[in-house]
């Protein structure tokens, strides 16, 4: 069952000099529509959607955020290592660089493997005066 309104006409004259009110519109019945008990079945469906899309909508997310972490731990830094081999410890003095601490390690030959190795057991630290710094002897 519905309900329409339209406009019903005024019944009574309105008065000399006064404003009449909008006429209020006429209620009429028309029959058809459903009843609750029909649309039961329809609202059912409309909510197991609804759950559906929400439970698709959360896994979906919960991949990407998975996917997201492991985007985020590749490019973190890597864990430090350790130098392997017989070392020399070697504290800094103002100034000093890896690479100062590596030749005085080794004055003469090739001190990259010295500095990288020192690199990827320190990380990104940086050099005070004072560190005591391993440095690989070979």
Known sequence: MAAVLS???????????????APRPALRVVEGGLSPRAMAPVYRRRRLVAVLVLVTVLVVGAQLLQAAGGVAARWSAPAPATIEGPTVVVEADAGDTLWTLARRVRPAGDVRPAVEAMLAERGDAGLEVGDRVRVPLG
């Open 7 to 21: 406009p019903a006409p005024s019944l009574r004259p309105a008065p000399t000099g006064w404003r009449a009110p």
